[in-house]
């Protein structure tokens, strides 16, 4: 089986700076793309950022400049450096990851237990 766990989140003021993290564990073969979504109260839950296997990142328009994706492929973990956080930032902040389970020819999308940012003014 496979996990995905985030940490990192919590309460900063507005301006303020933020480093989440995801490590995937479990029978991992490989994992191709990782991500991250975040759900405000009442709203959908929205991309935010994305990298893939190779390094290549793509963010949301209202993150762009501000948000950073990495990711370190011997430790199966993902990253999102959060500056210059705003209000409109706050919600549950979720892991994704498109991952090949051993003794698989196929990948399959996984999700973390989401992780809460508060962005006060």
């Known amino acids: 089986q496979v996990q995905l766990v985030e940490s990192g989140g919590g309460l900063v003021q507005a301006g303020g700076s933020l480093r989440l993290s995801c490590a995937a564990s479990g029978s991992i073969s490989s994992i191709n793309f990782m991500g991250w979504y975040r759900q405000a109260p009442g709203k959908q839950r929205e991309w935010v950022a994305g990298?893939?296997?190779?390094?290549?990142?793509n963010y949301a328009d209202s993150v762009k400049g501000r948000f950073t994706i990495s990711r370190d492929n011997a430790k199966n973990t993902v990253y999102l450096q959060m500056n210059s956080l705003k209000p409109e930032d706050t919600g549950v902040y979720y892991c994704n990851a498109r991952i090949i389970v051993r003794g698989l020819l196929y990948d399959d999308n996984y999700w973390g237990q989401g992780t809460q940012v508060t962005v006060s003014s």
């Open positions: 990298i893939t296997s190779g390094g290549s990142t």
